[in-house]
């Protein structure tokens, strides 16, 4: 078994190491923009340095079919409290393909032919304490990663984790994904040493006792950590200590259903290597259409839409909204089969495969309580009472895409409030 998960290994580190060629390019185009970005702050006598971060600066970046590379601009203290992404837009003036993305603290995306540049402004801190924002620990993590690893091997066992997390759709902080970040992903191949040591553990977490990993042991034992760390932070399944500021847990982001995806994916590549575990799958409707129809399920295809911003924003508010139809249709069918895929824009692809429950009670008025009892009894066919209150028996004869119907027409203030501007069945 261990010489097919090796063979397997080699044929996938192969296809997601970036071809040296486009690493190259991308360089050139670092250059190019770095050329015009530091004309302008000089112009606009803009204190602050620009430095790569990311996975291009740790050379653990996956080969992809367009790649994102960090540009951090790193303000001087005297810019403490003030506005530092207005001015970086005034820094990017006259350079073209400029996009503002909104967040936390704004940063800007530059398209470069099929890749992107994403300028972000940080704050320069001598102590990671004094952060105004997470992204102020991007220049730690960096150094900290390009000091702890130099090893070609350690890089290639990164890549291999990162690629199977993308293949798997856990990689990723964003809140639509709630999965592993890049950072966390490198963290964890250092501390366990290599891909398989790293998903072999992941499978063996217990939920019930949450693992903590100290990799600098800057705590002497868990109920120091649980003390320390602030409580919001702790609901994660694994709580990695930042070895840059230990406060600060690496994967607060990670929850408990996206780590339950992963471990399974890590069981079935255990049980059963392939190098398809590494390939991104995209949502197959004419497979879910068999597999519904071989069990005699209901199905139904959405597409939803919304006018955010498209990216995080766009993807949380899609996926809350496919949770929150998901709670209301387990009201009346019981969903045997479901799915979520979000495209990166403003728009998502929902299916549900269900059968009908016979029939759902309603709780009515108190006994007691005789005008809303009367009423209560002209709106439902079949009452009866227990424990001094009236129940109704409703029969569930009408189909799933009659139930949305009637659902969307009852809730288009709902729709406005979760930001969604269009849901449609396209199947």
């Known amino acids: 078994m261990s010489s097919t998960i090796n063979s397997v290994l080699s044929q996938v580190l192969e296809k997601t190491e970036p071809d040296k060629e486009e690493i190259e390019h991308i360089r050139e185009k670092i250059k190019e923009f770095f050329v015009v970005f530091k004309t302008n702050l000089k112009k606009k006598k803009i204190h602050a340095e620009a430095f790569v971060g990311g996975s291009f600066a740790k050379n653990t970046m996956i080969k992809k079919e367009h790649y994102d590379v960090d540009i951090f601009l790193r303000f001087d203290k005297k810019y403490r409290g003030k506005d530092i992404s207005s001015i970086t837009k005034q820094a990017l003036a006259g350079i073209k393909n400029v996009q503002e993305i909104h967040g936390s603290r704004n940063y800007f995306k530059i398209r470069i032919n099929s890749s992107y540049i994403e300028v972000v402004p940080v704050l320069k801190v001598s102590n990671p304490k004094e952060a105004e924002n997470i992204t102020d620990l991007s220049y730690f993590h960096v150094n900290y990663i390009n000091k702890k690893i130099k090893n070609k091997k350690i890089l290639e066992e990164i890549r291999l984790a990162k690629a199977f997390c993308h293949a798997t759709n856990t990689y990723g902080a ?76 690496v994967l607060s982001a990670l929850s408990q259903d996206t780590f339950n995806k992963f471990k399974d994916a890590c069981k079935q590549f255990l049980k059963k290597p392939g190098a398809d575990a590494f390939e991104v799958k995209k949502l197959n409707l004419e497979e879910v259409k068999d597999r519904t129809k071989k069990n005699k399920n209901e199905l139904i295809i959405l597409k939803a839409a919304t006018e955010k911003q498209e990216g995080d924003i766009a993807g949380s508010k899609l996926v809350k909204f496919y949770r929150h139809l998901n709670e209301e249709i387990k009201e009346f069918f019981d969903i045997k089969d479901s799915g979520f895929e979000y495209g990166g824009k403003k728009t998502a692809l929902y299916f549900f495969a269900m059968k009908k429950k016979p029939g759902i009670i309603r709780q009515g008025p108190k006994t007691s309580d005789k005008d809303n009892v009367r009423k209560f009894k002209r709106n439902h066919k079949t009452t009866f009472n227990k424990s001094g209150r009236v129940y109704a028996r409703e029969k569930i004869n009408y189909s799933i895409k009659d139930f949305l119907n009637t659902w969307e027409s009852k809730n288009k203030k709902l729709l406005l409030d979760m930001s969604i501007k269009e849901l449609r069945v396209i199947g």
């Open 174 to 249: 964003e809140s639509y994904i709630s999965g592993f970040s890049g950072y966390g992903i490198e963290l964890l191949v250092y501390h366990y040493k290599s891909f398989l040591n790293f998903i072999k553990a992941m499978v063996n977490v217990n939920e019930k006792d949450k693992l903590i990993i100290d990799i600098e042991k800057d705590y002497k034992n868990k109920m120091q950590v649980l003390m320390d760390i602030n409580h919001a932070k702790l609901l994660s399944p694994i709580i990695l200590i930042d070895p840059t500021y230990k406060q600060r847990n």
